[in-house]
């Protein structure tokens, strides 16, 4: 294990003790890598599609049900799942003569079509010609990353960290892109589209533009594909690259990631746990779907966003700090197993201690700096207060202030424009201009402040670090006595009780059979 891994480093603004630093490393690992080798044993329908989609599987049926849908239920029907679908499905294609494998799915969708798990010969031409399919897949993936690459380097990066996010949604894709576009121009450095409401709960992704979605757009390929180039014209128009954001999360996280990658996103929010305990999926079937999504993210080179500051929602920001702390730990775990590199690890916390707590501020620069100093190579991404809005958009205004105040002292990397209309109303374009104008204004004015802050030597902000970092040792050690598992079942994170045998899902789980193939899989884990 390496030093980096291993967390050994300075003593840095918080003293912190890096024997305990390494120490809490180490029991995240111990509790990681029971998870690690379920997910190693393991498929989904979701890994399944995404597999088909990298060997060209696209469209959908006249009824949008997208035709990888139909084509792995097909085989899962006559062959089940534990022997993946790549084998039974290319074996199909030369027996029929079939060239295209979305022919193959609509012949499959009609009836005409049979599965089997071929042997011998058989079984090692359909492997040959299954990962020749998904090669080119990825070979595609990987040309939008070096395209990416010169993009950056014709364009430039914002020339200031933290980067500016914005989220833009609604619900229509056309009507995104000019609100994105203005965004970009007021100066958000990475634009957010979230997702329709309940879209993290369709076990398929749907197709095309849309036009209809609630609280959000629907993720789709054609609306990466039509907002990425519309950003694109706007890192032309502006001189430095604006960087596009969207979801990898919930039971197609997979194929989003898969799709991410094709298209050129840059971000993804892709938590290890925020679909097990705020969309009730099933655990394992998270796990499994988790490890594939960072892989792919890994090749693509996107930036993941995870979920940590969705628990201080449910729970309380002070007495659960440290369970934060333990997840962000739990992550840099799974997405370096995965082959994320540190600059790809957008560990997430937030700004929700209720600000009626005495020493909040302090308290909130305790934990903004704790998680800076655990991960100092990672472009941590830094959430607004949205639990204690409470409609007054003055006051909401200024919490939003303090936000950015200790973004700017803590160094965060990406850092979510607050809105004074939390919990009101979906913003209006004048709404986020009022928010960017507070975000250019606390940035420019404080510039780089975090060089000069440096808490008291035994004071508060160093003591209350401290206290959160032991805490999360003690979590970190009670969980190595049980399993990452039951700890979830329990109510451990975000005080949502998700036990391993229930959740949405888990009917789309199977245990790998003898013989079981992923060419995906078998090109992503293969040494670079």
């Not at 934990?367 to 991960?375: T, V």
């Amino acid at each position: 294990m390496s030093e980096r891994s291993l967390g050994v480093a300075g003593p840095g603004k918080l003293g912190l003790d890096p024997v305990l630093v390494g120490r809490a490393r180490e029991l995240a690992r111990r509790a990681g890598q029971p998870v690690v080798d379920l997910a190693r044993s393991h498929t989904t329908v979701s890994v399944e599609r995404a597999v088909l989609r990298l060997a060209g599987v696209s469209g959908a049926d006249p009824d949008g049900i997208p035709w990888v849908n139909r084509l792995v239920d097909a085989v899962v029907a006559e062959v089940g799942l534990g022997h993946g679908v790549a084998v039974p499905v290319f074996d199909a294609m030369a027996r029929e003569g079939v060239a295209e494998v979305t022919l193959l799915a609509q012949k499959a969708a009609a009836g005409s079509v049979r599965f089997g798990v071929p042997s011998g010969k058989a079984a090692m031409a359909a492997r040959r010609a299954s990962r020749r399919a998904v090669a080119a897949g990825m070979r595609r993936v990987d040309r939008r990353r070096v395209e990416r690459d010169r993009l950056v380097r014709r364009f430039g990066d914002p020339p200031r960290r933290p980067w500016i996010y914005l989220i833009v949604a609604t619900g229509d894709i056309y009507e995104d892109i000019p609100q994105a576009q203005a965004a970009a121009r007021a100066g958000a450095d990475v634009i957010a589209v979230i997702r329709s409401t309940g879209q993290s709960l369709l076990d398929y992704v749907p197709e095309g533009a849309t036009r209809e979605g609630f609280a959000g757009t629907y993720a789709t390929q054609e609306n990466f594909r039509l907002m990425r180039a519309a950003l694109d014209e706007s890192s032309r128009e502006l001189g430095r690259y604006v960087r596009l954001t969207n979801y990898a999360s919930g039971l197609c996280m997979p194929e989003m990631a898969t799709l991410a990658g094709l298209e050129r996103l840059d971000m993804m929010l892709n938590d290890s746990m925020y679909g097990i305990l705020f969309r009730d999926i099933n655990p394992v079937r998270t796990f499994v779907d988790q490890r594939f999504s960072r892989q792919m993210h890994a090749r693509a080179g996107i930036i993941i966003n995870t979920g940590e500051d969705n628990y201080l929602t449910t729970a309380d920001a002070v007495d659960e700090a440290h369970t934060v702390t333990v997840s962000q730990l739990l992550n840099e775990f799974f997405a370096y197993e995965a082959g994320l590199a540190d600059w790809q690890l957008g560990l997430g916390h937030a700004f929700e201690i209720n600000p009626d707590v005495p020493e909040s501020f302090r308290l909130e620069l305790a934990h903004a700096l704790l998680a800076r100093e655990l991960f100092p190579d990672a472009p941590l991404k830094w959430m607004p207060p949205t639990k204690h809005m409470t409609g007054d958009v003055f006051r909401g205004n200024l919490l939003d202030g303090f936000f950015n105040l200790a973004g700017a002292m803590t160094g965060q990397g990406i850092l979510l424009v607050g809105m004074m209309t939390e919990a009101v109303v979906t913003p209006w374009l004048s709404d986020r201009d009022i928010a960017l104008q507070n975000v250019r204004y606390v940035l420019g004015a404080a510039g780089g402040l975090h060089e000069d802050f440096v808490p008291a030597p035994g004071g508060f902000i160093q003591q209350r670090a401290n206290r959160v970092l032991g805490e999360a040792v003690e979590l970190l050690e009670r969980i190595g006595e049980q399993s990452l598992l039951t700890a979830i079942a329990e109510g451990t994170f975000g005080i949502m009780k998700r036990p391993a045998d229930r959740g949405k899902g888990l009917a789309g789980v199977a245990r790998h059979e003898a013989g079981y193939y992923n060419p995906a899989t078998e090109i992503l884990e293969q040494p670079a």
